[in-house]
């Protein structure tokens, strides 16, 4: 369901950076096909991060979305993370999730990523973001999209929203990788379609890695 919900749309993904704070580009989001969001993205203003969630992803970390999902019409919650060897230990909770909402649920869907997806995310051994994870999955499906926006996603160039994560931390993970892989497949991958607002985060993009 997931891929056919971003077939041929503009696509919208919205993550927790603190660049958007105070930008008002909840109306521009809010004006894309589909949008997606992560974990917690409740906490966060829709005057700046927008209303409009058709797709979930989350990790089932500590518990199931918050009940105030319900306020938001979401078509698809994907349960995402390394898909099958976690999740599978989080099985329980995703029940609890279909029941309790009764929306669609998707694990992750690892099996349509490319082989050259694949090896790129796992020749890095350090656990990726949920962010990395659906980054890597839109990237290699590009060309499915019309566009892809990406709002508030970029592996903590800037801060985290502190309503989101208040100490700016990221347990278990390696921030400085994944900006720097994040920055490798993005010029492998740039095009029309992928739409980046944050003009300083795409200025860092662009740069070319200097040789020593």
């Known amino acids: 369901m997931l891929l056919e919900l971003i077939k041929d749309k503009r696509v919208a993904i919205v993550g927790p950076s603190s660049f958007l704070n105070n930008k008002k580009m909840g109306i521009l989001i809010d004006s894309y096909d589909i949008v997606i969001k992560l974990n917690k993205f409740e906490v966060l203003s829709p005057i700046d991060y927008g209303k409009k969630t058709d797709i979930l992803f989350f990790t089932y970390v500590g518990g199931i979305p918050s009940i105030l999902i319900k306020n938001y019409n979401i078509k698809l919650i994907v349960a995402s993370g390394r898909p099958r060897n976690v999740l599978n230990r989080r099985i329980n909770k995703i029940e609890e999730s279909k029941k309790k909402?009764?929306?669609?649920?998707?694990?992750?869907?690892?099996?349509?990523?490319?082989?050259?997806?694949?090896?790129?995310?796992?020749?890095?051994r350090p656990r990726k973001t949920l962010g990395f994870w659906?980054?890597?999955?839109?990237?290699?499906?590009?060309?499915?999209?019309?566009?892809?926006?990406?709002?508030?996603?970029?592996?903590?160039?800037?801060?985290?929203?502190?309503?989101?994560?208040?100490?700016?931390?990221?347990?278990?993970?390696?921030?400085?990788?994944?900006?720097?892989?994040?920055?490798?497949?993005?010029?492998?991958?740039?095009?029309?379609?992928?739409?980046?607002?944050?003009?300083?985060?795409?200025?860092?993009?662009?740069e070319q890695e200097q040789t020593p």
């Open 101 to 124: 909402y009764k929306v669609n649920h998707e694990f992750y869907p690892e099996e349509e990523l490319s082989s050259y997806m694949k090896n790129f995310i796992f020749i890095h």
């Open 134 to 206: 659906i980054i890597c999955l839109l990237f290699d499906k590009i060309d499915m999209m019309k566009e892809l926006g990406i709002f508030g996603i970029d592996f903590c160039f800037n801060k985290y929203n502190p309503k989101y994560n208040k100490r700016n931390i990221s347990k278990h993970h390696d921030m400085k990788l994944e900006l720097s892989l994040f920055k490798e497949i993005y010029q492998k991958y740039k095009n029309k379609k992928i739409v980046i607002y944050d003009k300083k985060f795409l200025s860092y993009l662009h």
